[in-house]
């Protein structure tokens, strides 16, 4: 059974940092693409970051390029989003991907595509 566990995720003030974590369990983290989306209240779930199997290739959405930096530790199946210059629209719940969706920078369903709980970021202003 796959889980994707997000933390990390909290209230700060504009201009501050975050960093949010995911770990994966129930599938072989070192070949799978993984992605953070958000979804805020009353918009649809978007593409955040997406960083590829190895490492060594990032993606960036537009509006965090620059401030957001997506990593990841195959040892310890976790993948990380460090959060800087946060701003007020930022604020979301913020879910870990594993699969198509990271794949394709969107949201898709599929059968080999997983999604976490989600963690709620807020930034205040």
């Known amino acids: 059974q796959v889980q994707l566990v997000e933390s990390g995720g909290g209230l700060v003030q504009a201009g501050g940092s975050l960093r949010l974590s995911c770990a994966a369990s129930?599938?072989?983290?070192?070949?799978?693409?993984m992605g953070w989306f958000r979804q805020a209240p009353g918009k649809e779930r978007e593409f955040v970051a997406t960083?590829?199997?190895?490492?060594?290739?990032?993606y960036y959405a537009d509006s965090v390029k620059g401030r957001f930096t997506i990593s990841r530790d195959n040892a310890k199946n976790t993948v990380y989003l460090q959060m800087n210059n946060l701003k007020p629209e930022d604020t979301a719940v913020y879910y870990c991907?594993?699969?198509?969706?990271?794949?394709?920078?969107?949201?898709?369903?599929?059968?080999?595509?997983?999604w976490g709980q989600g963690t709620q970021v807020t930034v205040s202003s």
């Open positions: 991907n594993a699969g198509d969706s990271a794949s394709w920078f969107q949201p898709l369903s599929s059968d080999d595509d997983y």
């Open positions: 129930g599938l072989t983290f070192s070949s799978y693409t």
């Open positions: 960083i590829r199997w190895s490492g060594g290739t990032t």
